[in-house]
Structures are given as C-alpha cells and as structure tokens.
C-alpha cells in the first residue's frame, strides 16, 4: 500500500485541515513553554483546530 | 479518558465525581464507536447484500465471516501492541490520528448538509453492484463475488478497527467500551440486513457520521492537549465542552456553506 494512499485514508483529501492541526501542535507547543495560562492554551489549540474545519470546508480542490 | 494507573492529579477543579465522568466517557467512546461501526456497517451491508441477491448467500456470507476475522485480529493483536508506547507519546499520536479522522468525517457530512456534495444513495450502490455482478462470467462469477464480499467488509470495517484500537490504547477499559460499541452496531445492522433483505437506505447516514466526526474531533483534540500537557480545567468533563464547541462551529459552518436551492436546481 502506498504512503499516500495511508495518508488519504486517515486524513481524507483535505490539506487544509492537516495543516491546521499541525499550526494548532506548534502553537500549543510555543505558548507552553512560555508558560502561558493552560486554559489559554486550550482554548487556542481547539480554536486552530476549528479554524483548520472551516478552512477545509471552503477549500475547492 | 485516562486510566487511573496513568492519571495524576494537576490541581484542577473536578466539578462531577470522577467515577461518573469515567462512566460518561466510556459511554461515549462505545457510543462514538457504535455510531462509526453503524455507518460502515450499513455500507457494507449493501455489498454484501448485493452479493448475496446477484449471485449466493453462502458466498456473501463467507466474504463477510472472513474479513469479520481478519477485523478482529486487527484489534486483538494493536490494541495491546500500543500500550507498549509511553502513555504521554501515545496520546499525542492517538489524539493526532483521531483528530485528523475527525475531521474529515465532519468535513465531508458538513458539505453534504450544505448541498456541496451528494448524499449517498444506498439503493444506487446495490442496483450497481448487482449488476456488475450478474455481468460477470460464470466461471469467475462466485470467486469475483467472495471477494468482493471480503473487499467490501475489510474496508469499510478498517476505519472502525482502528478508531476502536487508538480509543482501545488508553486503557483495557477504553477498548472494552469502544468494542463493544462496534460489536453492537454490527450485529444490530446484520440483524436488520437479514430482516429486510434490502439495503438499509433510511438510516440516516449522514447524519451519523456528522456525529461521529463531532466525537472524534473532540476526543482527539483532547487526547492530543494532554499529550502536549495541557491541563484541560475540569479534566475529562472538558470533553462534553469541546463536543459542543465543535457542534456549534460545524452547525455554523453548514449555515455559511449552503448552496442556495436556485444554484441546486
């Protein structure tokens, strides 16, 4: 099986919405090291992911 | 939904008793699991079905028994496999593989309620699988026909195998609840498929998998924050609020993407 055909299966035929989950690690990654408040962090990491939806939604492929 | 081995107190407030929580997730994950396994199953079923009607029972059900097996050794052999990871690790790749699964779930069933995709039509696909089938050679036709049968359980069900072995790796616990949600939809769709002898073209698919999509964003999202070590406030009771969240968001998200009935005629 190919690696491609894995990645389609898990993620679908969005880019967008990988993406975004991707910002949404890094971001949470950068703001607890700076020892940011956790709920802030939290509330960030799911509104990234959100934002990930809403772009994929949109995305014309 | 973490273990009690793995769970270590972060000072945040617990408004509901743990035991109750732990109950409600288990739910959940059987519920999400139930719903995912209903989906494919139904799917599935219309192959199998079609095999069935076009060419014999026995084969229909042999394709089915086989891949069934297969499925369960799936489970049976990763499940335990992944609790060799570092639960930490382990729940930020799990919640990763959730949440991307999740999200294309919830994309695809968002664009159909929107009218931006076509809803799947059960009846179609059994019309069309009958009559590939009935095309097909004699000689061939039952060999074609099993593995098609297989084909179809195996890939519908390979989704399901491994929402239930990622929602599985948190605890024994976790995989008996998520197994039995699946176990259930199953034998409640193979029940319904041999009462009716027809595809199950009323079950409201899409909105079953919208649900779903919700369920497994949210569980991975959650899964992945504590991997990062986030500290969600009210630990697992910030589940439900992402599943709202996220319900709240898609529903919008519907709303802004409808395709005007003018632009649909």
């Known amino acids: 099986m190919r690696l491609a055909a894995v990645w389609n299966f898990i993620a679908g035929d969005s880019r967008l919405a990988p993406a975004a989950v991707l910002v949404a690690v890094i971001v949470a990654v950068v703001m607890l090291r700076a020892a940011l408040p956790s709920t802030a962090v939290a509330a960030t990491f799911a509104g990234v992911i959100a934002l990930g939806l809403a772009g994929a939604v949109f995305e014309h492929r | 939904m973490r273990s009690p081995a793995t769970r270590s107190p972060r000072g945040a407030a617990v408004l509901v008793p743990r035991g109750f929580l732990c109950l409600m997730n288990g739910w959940a994950l059987a519920g999400t699991t139930f719903l995912a396994s209903g989906v494919e199953a139904v799917e599935a079923l219309t192959i199998v079905l079609a095999v069935g009607v076009a060419r014999s029972w026995s084969v229909a059900l042999r394709g089915t028994v086989y891949a069934l097996i297969v499925l369960a050794l799936i489970v049976v052999l990763f499940g335990p496999l992944l609790r060799l990871v570092p639960i930490e690790q382990l729940k930020l790749v799990v919640g990763i593989v959730l949440t991307l699964f999740g999200l294309s779930w919830l994309r695809k069933s968002i664009l159909r309620y929107a009218g931006r995709k076509a809803l799947r039509n059960e009846d179609a696909a059994f019309a069309r699988e009958v009559s590939v089938l009935r095309a097909a050679e004699d000689a061939q036709a039952d060999k074609i026909a099993l593995i098609t049968a297989f084909k179809s359980v195996l890939l519908e069900g390979l989704e ?106």
């Open chain 2, 160 to 265: 399901v195998a491994i929402i239930v072995v990622t929602f599985g790796a948190a605890s024994t616990l976790a995989l008996r609840w998520s197994a039995l949600g699946a176990a259930a939809a199953v034998v409640l769709v193979a029940m319904l498929g041999l009462a009716l002898k027809q595809p199950a073209s009323r079950v409201p698919e899409n909105t079953m998998k919208f649900v779903v999509g919700i369920m497994l964003t949210s569980f991975g999202t959650f899964w992945t924050g504590e991997g990062l070590g986030i500290a969600w406030l009210g630990e697992d009771f910030s589940l439900p609020v992402l599943a709202v969240f996220y319900l709240v968001v898609s529903l919008v998200l519907v709303a802004a993407a409808r395709v005007p009935r003018q632009a649909r005629a």
